[in-house]
């Protein structure tokens, strides 16, 4: 293709004092180009040039070349054309009213551009974060501005982010490049580097600037530069998942420069990485201002792949400023699987709260700690929630580190729930509740939660907030004696305050058992917190060497530690194991100071009682 133009006229503008005639113009007009190479005609100096006009005024009338619009790219941001050897005009002289949309992805590239009023960039979801979206080559090549034009108002420099998706988090595009640092000459240049929301797409603050080629930003006024920037961020509604191909090692679903608070944003990791990470479901970094708080921020973390990296440190929501003294809250982490360093379900480094922000932990390898909630100021991590196991009650994770429900011992409120069997960590810090919930009885006998070194709860417990949630655990009929689920097992001693046995006998009415919780030691320093169930009534039982143990001492059916009646329950011993039974036999046992022992039968049927 050689020229374009949008319009052509060969009118004359009226004359004479007493002229009433009229002239019809062209203005208007609107040229778009997707596609095609535009070679032009073969200048003197032998390079071939093509031109675009939006306008052109053979006559004296140009109101054919005002208004004008040209597009370069489609709406949807594609975009396959060759103008590199192309000169954009919106009219031949005129500049009034004439509008530039770049469109096109990225790398168009072309000689000039001359007489436009407004540059628009749209942005679309084709735009990769760290594109360049138009150059100009020709020295003189950005509004003829070494011929002493008026240069362009860059407040009439817009950007369009309707088309943007929610996987586009952060960027900063060059929207507009020349070859030298004088190319690009602007009059009110002002930076917006307040990083005003967006007009066009409210998920996005933004900041433009003009910058040298060493980074430098031009000074304020009419000035030069070589680039025209594009900073963005969505700081809310983000939609990420993990990119194996890509070479960054930060990954957030939404951030925040602007003093904005990032909220409902996803990010989730369900790929091999290429290279260790960290990840933030949000992150608020307030450089201006130092505000904005993060909340209902998601982070997922499904794999890692079965390579050497991790995910080095994870965050459900994330202030990062010192003196950012507003709130992570309500942000969510979830993991189950992969390998991770430590945990965060809410982190601030600035003076605000860290509240209501939940932990899950259901699989994979924690190689670190893992926090509830963290606040840089002492007492303002409160009321975050770590949850250990499934819905279900399945759990396959390993946490080789210790528990924090805030990283201080001033944080309170937080909440550790235990809904799974096998649960082992180092250490457990600043817990004021702690909720075991069994799912099914296969927790019988075993452990829900093991301590693996000595500290206990990290402080004294109020006895009174750890509960139970049993109502999905069903009693097996088939036992007899004494069952009991550790819901803790300590190294080393627990303390707890306002401790008595917790009696759910009652909830249990039509079952032959009493259930209740206590420490091992049924005092208020114990290195096991227990749920146990005895057996009251009607229960009947065969001990012998096919089911004892050598290190056996007492056998018995039926037995209340609480004062309850034990009837009607039997016993049969026909073997003991090599050791004996060095205490007793009983078919009932009652180790309360009240309660009766009522209707009970011991048999002995052996050769070696």
Not at 192 to 210: C, K, N, Q, V
Not at 400 to 418: F, H, I, P, Q, R
Not at 498 to 505: P, Q
Not at 517 to 532: E, F, K, R, V, Y
Request: net charge negative; with cysteine; glycine share 14%.
């Amino acid at each position: 293709v050689g020229d374009i133009y949008g319009g052509v006229t060969y009118a004359a503008q009226p004359s004479g004092s007493g002229s009433t005639g009229t002239t019809t113009t062209s203005g208007g007009n609107t040229v778009t180009i997707t596609g095609g190479t535009l070679t032009g005609g073969t200048r003197p100096d032998g390079t071939l040039r093509g031109n675009v006009y939006g306008g052109y005024a053979n006559g004296t009338n140009t109101t054919v070349e005002m208004n004008n619009e040209i597009n370069l790219g489609a709406d949807d941001g594609s975009y396959g054309a060759n103008l590199t050897q192309a000169t954009i005009y919106g009219g031949r002289t005129e500049r009034s009213g004439n509008t530039l949309n770049v469109k096109g992805q990225k790398n168009i590239t072309v000689k000039g551009v001359h007489n436009f009023t407004n540059y628009n960039f749209c942005l679309t979801d084709k735009v990769d974060k760290n594109a360049t979206m138009l150059k100009v080559t020709d020295h003189n090549g950005f509004e003829n501005q070494y011929s002493g034009t008026t240069p362009v108002n860059f407040s009439n420099v817009k950007i369009n982010l309707q088309n943007m998706s929610a996987k586009q988090i952060a960027g900063r595009v060059t929207l507009l490049e020349g070859n030298d640092d004088n190319a690009l000459k602007f009059q009110n240049y002002t930076p917006t580097a307040a990083w005003l929301i967006s007009p066009t797409h409210s998920d996005y603050e933004y900041a433009l600037r003009l910058v040298r080629s060493d980074g430098t930003e031009a000074p304020t006024g009419t000035t030069t530069g070589r680039r025209v920037l594009l900073d963005y961020n969505r700081f809310q509604n983000g939609n990420v998942a993990y990119d194996t191909t890509s070479d960054d090692t930060d990954w957030f679903a939404g951030r925040s420069y602007g003093g904005h608070t990032t909220e409902h944003n996803i990010l989730t990791i369900d790929k091999p990485l290429s290279r260790d990470i960290m990840a933030y479901g949000a992150k608020t970094m307030g450089t201006s201002g130092g505000s904005g708080g993060t909340r209902g921020n998601t982070l997922e973390i499904k794999s890692t792949g079965s390579n050497a990296y991790q995910v080095t440190t994870g965050y459900g929501g994330y202030i990062g400023r010192a003196t950012n003294a507003d709130t992570v809250q309500n942000n969510v982490l979830r993991m189950s699987g992969g390998t991770v360093g430590t945990l965060y379900g809410g982190y601030s480094a600035g003076t605000g709260t860290v509240t209501a922000n939940k932990t899950y932990v259901t699989g994979g390898t924690v190689t670190g700690d893992i926090y509830a909630g963290y606040a840089a100021t002492a007492g303002k991590a409160t009321g975050n929630t770590l949850t250990l196991g499934a819905d279900d009650g399945t759990y396959g994770a390993t946490i080789a580190g210790e528990l924090y429900g805030s990283n201080d011992a001033a944080g309170t409120g937080n909440t550790l729930v235990v809904q799974a069997g096998n649960v082992s960590v180092k250490k457990v810090h600043n817990f004021d509740t702690f909720k075991f919930v069994l799912y099914n009885n296969s927790l019988i006998d075993r452990t829900m939660l093991k301590i693996r070194e000595t500290g206990g709860l990290g402080g004294t417990v109020d006895w009174n907030n750890i509960t139970v949630d049993a109502s999905k655990f069903a009693l097996d009929p088939t036992w007899m004696g004494s069952h009991s689920v550790k819901l803790i097992e300590s190294n080393g001693a627990m303390n707890f305050s306002n401790y008595a046995a917790t009696n759910f006998t009652a909830n249990y009415a039509n079952d032959p058992y009493e259930v209740y919780m206590h420490t091992n030691s049924d005092t208020a320093q114990g290195a096991d917190a227990l749920l146990t169930f005895n057996r009251l009534r009607d229960g009947e039982r065969t001990y012998s060497t096919a089911n004892a143990a050598a290190t056996d001492t007492e056998v018995f059916t039926g037995i209340s530690a609480l004062g309850h009646d034990v009837v009607r329950n039997k016993l049969l011993v026909t073997g003991v194991g090599t050791n004996g039974l060095t205490h007793f036999a009983a078919a009932g046992l009652n180790t309360f100071t009240t309660g009766s022992l009522t209707d009970n039968a011991l048999t002995i049927d052996s050769e070696n009682p």
